[in-house]
């Protein structure tokens, strides 16, 4: 039986290339590898059903960049569940990536300013839809992070309950790529105020930090989107998802034991 909580690996795409930000800045940007293909191929092989893709590109310019790369992952792995944010801002858009295969869109700067598109997308893609909500001192930005749009995270959230949204993607963007662990208290607090899935992303950097993501599964939190940490080694993708398994087993048992 898979796990509840689920590591899922992350390429960021920049000039066709795998890329990792720090604080979303595109100036500050290392490059892991000029195979997209084969750096998903290096996910799979560790074990990954899931892969998550963000068009760093498109997210800034409003339409979608590499859009090629994500389709040729997804025809080399047509098993893999890619999902794909980054410049997704009408419905054609998202048919496309679609029809190319991917199995998750991810909506955030749209979501925000149109948030009827998000409720239509839901309506005729069921299941496939997801929010990326991007926040600075629990304020979303937007286009790319550049710009904050003074709309508050977790009210955001609130308003997508009902509409069949299939994942939250929730990221602090002071701590994304700097290693310095997730903010495990906002990203709790985000998914006890909705009944939507919330997946912690920025700044997961070590086993300590998949413990803490155990810890707070039980409040809606259904896993973390990792980067940096897994293409600088400090964590290995098989060894997280045993010590995810491990964790949740365990809490499984002391809850059984509790109410024995």
Known sequence: MPSPVKIVPAIDLKEGKCVRLKQG???????????????ATRWVDAGTDRLHMVDLDGAFAGVPVNAGAVAEVC?????????IGGGIRNDAIAASYFEAGVQFVIIGTQAVVEPEFVKRLCRDWPGRVMVGLDARNGQVAVNGWAEESGVDATELAKSFEGYGVSGIVYTDISRDGMMQGFNDVATAALAQSVSIPVFASGGVSNYDDIDRLCAIAMHGVAGAIVGRALYEGKISLAEANQRVDGKIKQADAGSVKGSS
């Open 25 to 39: 800045r595109m100036e500050d940007d290392t490059i892991f590898s000029d195979d997209v293909v084969a750096t």
């Open 75 to 83: 025809k080399a792995h047509p098993a893999l569940e890619v999902q």
